[in-house]
């Protein structure tokens, strides 16, 4: 059994179908701050557990022989919002479930990080980063990912096998549709307003990967010889985009279907800007990222149009905008108590 935390989420939910695909058997661990829709398809295949990753408990092992650890706040915005929250369960609940994982003998663990570890801002020099560069991470959300990957290599031995994949910015397709990463964005500009529009000029670069792609390499880490493996870091991206190059590839992608200017807004922009290397991965693993941008986005316009995703001002799309939501709901009923209810 494969143990899946965040599993209901935007990667996961295309991760625990692809699980499925290899026959294998799965456990989803999630808080469900988005629910559960994005399972729909393979609910009844599944094992669902509801839970907050910083308490979870002994249970949610039993039987389990690998962990794909997904969960956690997933971006800047978010972990900005409550950088208390964002430590807590991007690093400290890293920890306490390698740890348990360690101790009830499950061996195999894999970690979602990010590329944005490696950022140095905009004006820092544009070299190639593969997974030896020396890294200063700023931000509270790579600082989190990078103390969480440091936990561990040092936990790494005989006894616990822990990967890492600093994953680049995701895009594509999942059920559990996400509209706040750069290609979806520009998908749903393109649908909503006719227009893309790129800041700072377009000049800085990104590493980006298919979700489809993402899933997959997991599940090759998973399956792949110790040796190869054990306390390794590999970088995960299909090819490294400058945003106005990425922009001229979606509106590419989409000239058969939608008509879209880019709009290029030459304003001092203090972004991110790396680029990375994938050679380890292709080497020692004969992992390559394939799913192109155009395939991508040809596959999420007809995706979205089948299954009635295109309410793109629903705040669900939107990780920053559906969390502080909940949280300013969640202070209003501790304040009001049950909304009909008659207590």
Request: charged residues 25%; proline residues 2%; contains cysteine.
């Amino acid at each position: 059994m494969i143990l899946v935390t965040g599993g209901a989420g935007y990667i996961g939910c295309v991760l625990v179908k692809e699980l499925l695909n290899k026959g294998e058997t799965v456990r989803v661990f999630d808080k469900l701050f988005f629910g559960e829709d994005g399972l729909a398809e393979f609910r009844d295949r599944i094992e669902v557990v509801q839970g907050d990753v910083r308490t979870i408990d002994e249970e949610a092992f039993a039987g389990v022989d690998a962990v794909i650890h997904l969960a956690g706040l997933s971006n800047d915005p978010t972990a900005e919002y409550n950088p208390r929250a964002n430590y807590e369960m991007n690093m400290v609940a890293t920890e306490r479930l390698a740890r348990m994982s360690k101790k009830l003998g499950v061996k195999r663990f894999t970690f979602a990080s990010t590329c944005s570890i490696y950022d140095r801002g905009l004006f820092a020099d544009d070299v190639l980063l593969d997974e030896g560069a020396e890294v200063a991470p700023r931000a509270a959300y790579a600082v989190s990912n990078y103390d969480a990957e440091n936990i561990l290599l040092q936990m790494a031995g005989n006894d616990f096998c822990p990967v890492i994949l600093r994953q680049g910015t995701v895009f594509g397709y999942s059920p559990r549709m996400r509209y706040d990463l750069v290609v979806n964005t520009f998908v749903k500009d393109a649908f909503s307003k006719g227009f893309l529009t790129v800041f700072g000029g377009g000049e800085m670069w990104r590493p980006l990967v298919d979700v489809l792609d993402v899933a997959k390499a997991h599940i090759c880490v998973i399956e792949a010889d110790e040796d190869k493996v054990n306390g390794e870091i590999f970088n995960l991206s299909n090819k490294n985009y400058r945003i106005l190059e990425l922009a001229h590839w979606v509106k590419d992608a989409l000239s058969e279907t939608k008509e879209v200017s880019i709009n290029v807004d030459y304003s001092p922009l203090k972004g991110r800007s790396y680029r990375v290397s994938t050679a380890k991965i292709e080497s020692q693993l004969g992992f390559r990222a394939g799913i192109s941008v155009r395939e991508s986005v040809s596959n999420m316009v007809k995706q979205i149009h089948a299954n009635g995703q295109t309410d793109f001002m629903n705040p669900a799309y939107y990780n920053i905008q559906w969390m502080t939501m909940l949280d300013r709901m969640e202070k209003t009923i501790r304040q009001i108590g049950s909304v009909f209810g008659g207590d």
